[in-house]
C-alpha cells in the first residue's frame, strides 16, 4: 500500500515542479540608450528603446543611476529603472557593477502594472556601449 502512495506523491511533486517552470517565461533582446540630463540627486538618467522577445517587456524605458561607489573594485552602482509601452508598465530597483574593462553588468527585480499587474520582471543588462545593450531576464508571477 505505500508504494502507490509514494509514487502518487513523487508524481505530485514532479506535476507541481513542471508547472512553477511553465509559469516562468524566459526572454531576451537587445536595447539602445542615450544619456539625458540628470534631474536632482541623479549621478544619471538614460532614455532608452528596449526590443525583446516578447512584447510584454519591451517598449522604452528610463534608467537612473543614484549612486556610484568608485571606491571599490569593481565600481558599484544601483538605480531605477521603468519600461513602459502600451500594455503598461515596469518599475523597480537595480544593482550592479562597473568591471575594470568597461563592461557594465546590472541586475533588477520589477514589478508590473497595467496589463502585467501580478506579474514580475527578473532582468539582466550587459553591455560595453550604451548603443548595444544586451537584456535578458524571465517574466513570472509575482509573489
Not at 65 to 70: L, S
Amino acid at each position: 500500500m505505500r508504494r502507490p502512495v509514494t509514487a502518487m506523491f513523487v508524481l505530485g511533486l514532479t506535476i507541481a515542479a513542471c508547472g512553477d517552470e511553465a509559469a516562468s517565461v524566459s526572454v531576451a533582446g537587445r536595447g539602445a540608450c542615450i544619456e539625458v540630463a540628470p534631474q536632482g540627486e541623479e549621478w544619471n538618467r538614460y532614455e532608452c528603446v528596449e526590443t525583446l522577445d516578447d512584447e510584454r517587456v519591451s517598449g522604452t524605458s528610463t534608467v537612473i543611476v543614484a549612486e556610484v561607489d568608485d571606491s571599490v573594485s569593481p565600481v558599484a552602482m544601483e538605480g531605477s529603472a521603468t519600461v513602459s509601452n502600451d500594455g503598461g508598465s515596469w518599475s523597480g530597483d537595480w544593482s550592479g557593477v562597473i568591471e575594470d574593462d568597461d563592461t557594465h553588468v546590472a541586475e533588477g527585480i520589477m514589478i508590473g502594472s497595467g496589463d502585467y499587474d501580478g506579474l514580475r520582471y527578473r532582468v539582466r543588462w550587459v553591455f560595453t556601449t550604451l548603443s548595444d545593450v544586451e537584456a535578458s531576464g524571465t517574466i513570472e508571477p509575482a509573489p
